[in-house]
């Protein structure tokens, strides 16, 4: 294409249905130009303002990349070499960050290294390595730590706690390891992602240097926790925030319970456990569960007992009106976050070492959190319930 067009010839090559953008667009030679004379513009500006006797002193060249293509740039000098341009940096590559932007946005979607250089190939004629792009979405990571650091409230009425698994390289071998999340309910209603911490394994030890984190970044009390049914799990919350009721997930209880029953007899057994967890107060389901003993308990022992053992947390919500029940007795909330992990992570076997994962999965948070402007169903109502029933704790933060 001709490297001198003008703007009237741009016009008509676009009239005559001439594609505009991309390697071969119409508008790349106009970009080239047009920064072309604004670097001489800068540099005459820059002369003007000299002291001592100064002038051009011919050019030096550097490819640039653009949103319409790949292109050699013109760059004017001058004698003294005090002519530093503000238009296109020392080490700038780009002229916009577009490209850089749409690759994060690629990213941020669950798109391969592969698939992202096609994508860029394809919209702007311009090929990128993926070490290129593995450098481009590095710089997400100091965004990444901040955001692990960032001050939280003092107060979240719920907040919900779960674990994903991942392979990680790590000395030459992949490994599992366990990434926490952290999903909190701030007293505007509104979810937020509260942390992302990663371990080699899910245990209530590390459970506690996370909620230990929390603490130390300014969470002071969290009225209601959904957990899992990890073991020592709800003495590790209550062991940083002694206040805070504890409940244990129905749904991993229900799904752990029928994992021991025969199948010919699970669709019966679930018709007398949904007796139990949804009875109208804790009284009844205690009738019911007495009643699944007494008719399961010598086939079936080890759900009983599990059941029996884990009581004081799984029917915590008994105690609170059905707007507080029906989002606290599950942790489907964050298991929802987990299952956008998965659709981000699917085209990824494993991962080449921590960062990698985590600045993908911090990706995701920040195009979900997009998402989360509202607060959460009947809030209003919801929150004005938490006030009494826990007196006291929520007066200051509400101005009560």
């Known amino acids: 294409m001709n490297q001198t067009l003008d703007l009237t010839d ?15 667009g119409v508008l790349a030679p106009l970009i080239k130009q047009l920064t072309e004379a604004a670097l001489q513009a800068e540099l005459e500006s820059h002369l003007t303002t000299e002291i001592n006797k100064n002038r051009k002193n011919g050019k030096s060249t550097k490819i640039m ?46 798109n391969s290294y592969s698939q992202i250089s096609e994508h860029i190939q394809e919209l702007y004629g311009t090929e990128f390595s993926k070490a290129t792009i593995s450098a481009v979405t590095d710089k997400v990571i100091p965004l990444l730590k901040e955001w692990q650091q960032r001050p939280l409230e003092s107060i979240y009425p719920f907040v919900w706690l779960d674990a994903i698994h991942y392979k990680i390289k790590e000395n030459g071998k992949y490994i599992s390891k366990a990434v926490y999340t952290i999903l909190g309910v701030g007293l505007n209603g509104k979810k937020e992602i509260l942390g992302l911490y990663l371990s080699e394994n899910e245990g209530a030890n590390f459970w506690l240097q996370v909620l230990t984190d929390l603490n130390n970044r300014g969470v002071q009390d969290i009225l209601i926790a959904s957990v899992d049914g990890l073991k020592g799990f709800p003495e590790a919350i209550n062991a940083i925030f002694p206040n805070t009721e504890v409940q244990l997930c129905i749904v991993h209880q229900i799904r752990n319970s029928i994992r021991y029953v025969a199948s010919k007899n699970q669709k019966e057994f679930m018709k007398d456990l949904k007796l139990i967890y949804q009875a109208i107060s804790k009284e009844a389901a205690e009738i019911e569960l007495d009643n699944l003993e007494s008719k399961w308990g010598k086939k079936y022992p080890i759900v009983i007992k599990s059941w029996r053992n884990k009581w004081e947390h799984l029917s915590a919500y008994f105690k609170y009106p059905e707007e507080i029940r ?29 960062n990698s994962l985590l600045k993908l999965l911090y990706m995701g948070i920040q ?23 826990f007196e006291g704790r929520l007066d200051e933060s509400l101005n009560l």
Do not use: C
């Not at 489907?332 to 494993?350: C, D, M, P, Y």
């Open 367 to 389: 195009n979900a959190s997009k998402k989360w402007t509202m607060p959460i169903w009947n809030w209003s109502l919801t929150i004005s319930q938490l006030a009494i029933l």
């Open 326 to 354: 029906r989002i606290i007795y599950t942790t489907n909330i964050i298991e929802s976050v987990h299952r956008q992990f998965r659709k981000l992570t699917k085209t990824k076997g494993a991962f080449p070492n921590e």
């Open 10 to 24: 741009a016009l008509e090559q676009i009239k005559a249905g001439a594609k505009i953008d991309g390697k071969d």
């Open 65 to 110: 990349k653009s949103s319409v293509g790949e292109f050699e740039l013109e760059i004017p000098r001058d004698r003294n070499g005090s002519y530093e341009s503000q238009i296109v940096k020392k080490h700038q590559t780009h002229i916009s960050d577009h490209i850089e932007e749409k690759i994060l946005s690629l990213y941020a979607l669950g």
